[in-house]
């Protein structure tokens, strides 16, 4: 999904929503007036009419037993999945694809343990629906868990333990992303196959397949 920077969607900036969005995606339970508020940043008079809207686009629905409790729909999280940008011409997503593609075949041969090795490469979204202008390319990535790095605790902090075990993942993502956030969007694996999206493996095989 890709959202236009220059236009409100239901009166709030779209990055706002977004980060909404993500917030209570996260939170993987129901939520009420009040969660919005919190994550949305707005009083409850400027918050009610926003959600009203969402509610009724289909973002969320009221739960069956509490009517003041809302439950996220698969909309809500391609929200959470959203991307701010003008636009992408398919030729140009086209190329960039392929640069994808290249740079993970690189990521693979190499020996450069900063990274991890990539197993599947999924595309979805507007690439799919042979649109002339796509919001951005949203890819879904999948590493391959057998490179996983195993990192000696002794000596570091839980936090610091996390921050370093995980960075050769952030690097490869990162990396994939050919410095052009604004134009590639990566998602984890497993979040295209949580929101039960169509999609197309472009590079590997997809984990368990």
């Not at 959202?3 to 939170?27: N, T, Y």
């Not at 949305?40 to 629905?61: D, I, T």
């Not at 002339?132 to 195993?150: N, T």
């Not at 998602?187 to 929101?195: F, P, Q, S, T």
Request: glycine letters at 6%; a positive charge.
């Amino acid at each position: 999904m890709k959202l236009d920077p220059d236009k409100l969607m239901f009166g709030v900036a779209p990055s706002i929503l977004i980060d909404c969005a993500v917030q209570l995606h996260e939170r993987e339970s129901d939520f009420d007036l009040d969660d919005f508020c919190r994550a949305l940043g707005a009083p409850v008079e400027e918050a009610r009419p926003v959600l009203e809207k969402l509610v009724n686009a289909g973002f969320a629905k009221p739960h069956k037993a509490d009517a003041c409790r809302f439950h996220p729909t698969k909309k809500w999280g391609q929200l959470a999945l959203a991307n701010v940008s003008r636009g992408l011409a398919r030729a140009d997503a086209e190329a960039l694809l392929e640069k994808i593609i290249v740079k993970a075949c690189a990521i693979n041969s190499s020996e450069d343990d900063r990274f991890r090795k990539i197993s599947c490469i999924v595309i979805f979204g507007s690439f799919l629906r042979k649109v002339p202008v796509l919001g951005d390319l949203d890819i879904g990535v999948a590493l391959d868990p057998r490179d996983e790095r195993r990192l000696d605790p002794a000596g570091l902090s839980l936090a610091e333990w996390f921050r370093k075990g995980s960075a050769p993942d952030r690097r490869t993502r990162s990396a994939l992303r050919l410095r052009k956030p604004q134009y590639i969007s990566i998602h984890k694996y497993d979040e295209v196959i949580e929101l039960k999206t169509p999609y197309r493996v472009i590079f590997g095989r997809e984990p368990g397949k």
